[in-house]
Nanobody, 124 residues
Framework: QVQLVESGGGLVQPGGSLRLSCAAS????????MGWYRQAPGKQRELVAA???????NYADSVKGRFTISRDNAKNTAYLQMNSLKSEDTGVYYC??????????????????WGQGTQVTVSS
């Protein structure tokens, strides 16, 4: 069992930054691949960033160069640093954990555990 709790969302102006955190408990965090998904209004949930248990990363084209996913296994926490935010980044952001060792999880059905989500609104 893995329990995930997101934090750090809020209202930010275009061009601003936010850092989302995902605190994990209930299992061995270090063996899981982690991902950040978002669901924008009227759109499907999409993977924005993923990280392996070993720290390799992958990003959606729409966020490359602006977002950074990271993890701190000592703190059982994953992060999403979001810079140069745009209106189209608005949505509910979810962290997720997949029991995949040293490999990226890029499909939603690979993720067994999900947080409750945190709202990110980018607006002037």
């Amino acid at each position: 069992q893995v329990q995930l709790v997101e934090s750090g969302g809020g209202l930010v102006q275009p061009g601003g930054s936010l850092r989302l955190s995902c605190a994990a408990s209930g299992s061995i965090f270090s063996i899981y691949a982690m991902g950040w998904y978002r669901q924008a209004p009227g759109k499907q949930r999409e993977l924005v960033a993923a990280i392996t248990s070993g720290g390799s990363t992958n990003y959606a084209d729409s966020v490359k160069g602006r977002f950074t996913i990271s993890r701190d296994n000592a703190k059982n926490t994953a992060y999403l640093q979001m810079n140069s935010l745009k209106s189209e980044d608005t949505g509910v952001y979810y962290c997720a954990a997949a029991p995949v060792f040293r490999a990226l999880a890029l499909r939603s059905d690979e993720y067994d555990y999900w947080g409750q989500g945190t709202q990110v609104t980018v607006s002037s």
